[in-house]
Each structure stands twice: as C-alpha cells, then as structure tokens.
C-alpha cells in the first residue's frame, strides 16, 4: 500500500508528529508550503483572518501526486478554531483525486471536532482523525498504533 504524509507546519509541532507517522507508516511525506508569509506577529495575525474566512491561496508546487497514494495522511494545526489555511488550500487543489485520506491536526486546545468537519468538506470523508495538543506532541505523550492501523 503506497502512503503519503502531506502536512504543514507553523512551528514545527505537527511537522514532529508528520514525521513519525511517515516513518512508522514507511510513507513518502510532502510539506505543504504556503506562497503567503505566515511567520512572525504579522503572520500569526494574518493566519487567523485567512483561516477564519476559509481563503484559498497559492501554495508551492507539490512534489507528490495525491493520486499516486492508496492513503493520504494530511495534517496541519488548528487556526482560530478552523483547519488552517495551507491545509484547507491543499485539500482544495487536490479536489476529487484522493482515494482515502485520514486527518492529523495540533492545538493548544482540543477542539478539533468543527476543523476536522471542515477539512471533510474541503476532500472527502476521512478513515480517521486524530487530533493531539501541542503539549502532548512536545512530551511525546500519544500513541499513534489505533490511528495508522
Ligand atoms: C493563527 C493561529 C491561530 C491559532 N488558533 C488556535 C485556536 O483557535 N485554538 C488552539 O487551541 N490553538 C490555536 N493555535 C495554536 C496552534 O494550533 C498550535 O500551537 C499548533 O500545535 C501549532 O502547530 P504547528 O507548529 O505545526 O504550526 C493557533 C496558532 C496560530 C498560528
């Protein structure tokens, strides 16, 4: 079974948790890079508003095809509530060419039950979700056997 691990990373939370699903999944694994600047306060700000009105924008070119995967693990963090805007970006480019994905997202808090309905509706309706906080991916305090099984 052919495996991606697509993800995108502010802070490099959900990048820690990206790399050891790909690694305990032997996936090939992609960064989701967003044309838009992110970083710093500006950036925080800016995330936010985007990822509160749902906008689509450019991201770099991919280097894997969705299509070329029997599963595709895509994650990213929890932005004011919503999936984030390089995620929801990704799944919106990738529209109609997934053939199973399962959703990975980081948060200080765990309210992931709105972002993950939003990223379904965004591609398809996941095998699973997993949604961890950043304190738990920091301490490595999580099991990922039920999620990648
Ligand atoms: C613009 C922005 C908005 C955020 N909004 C939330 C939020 O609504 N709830 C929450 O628990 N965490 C929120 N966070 C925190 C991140 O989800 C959390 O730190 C995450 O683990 C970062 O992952 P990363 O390092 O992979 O980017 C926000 C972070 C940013 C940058």
Redesign the pocket.
């Known amino acids: 079974m052919k495996t991606l691990v697509a993800y995108?990373?502010?802070?490099?939370?959900?990048?820690k948790l990206a790399q050891d699903i790909a690694g305990k999944t032997n996936a090939d694994i992609e960064e989701i890079i967003p044309k838009v600047n992110?970083q710093g306060k500006l950036g925080?700000a800016r995330?936010?508003k985007d990822?509160i009105s749902e906008k689509i924008i450019d991201l770099e070119d991919t280097k894997r095809d969705v299509e070329d995967y029997d599963v595709v693990y895509v994650g990213?963090?929890?932005?004011?509530?919503k999936t984030?805007t390089p995620v929801i970006s990704y799944l919106k480019q990738n529209e109609g060419k997934f053939k199973s994905v399962k959703f990975f997202m980081?948060?200080?808090?765990t309210?992931f039950e709105n972002a993950f309905a939003q990223m379904e509706k965004f591609s398809i309706k996941p095998l699973k979700t997993m949604g961890l906080t950043?304190k738990e991916?920091k301490k490595d305090d999580y099991s990922l056997d039920s999620f990648i099984e």
């Open positions: 995108y990373s502010r802070t490099n939370i959900t990048k992110y925080f995330g936010g990822a990213g963090p929890l932005w004011a509530g984030s980081t948060a200080g808090s309210d950043t991916v």
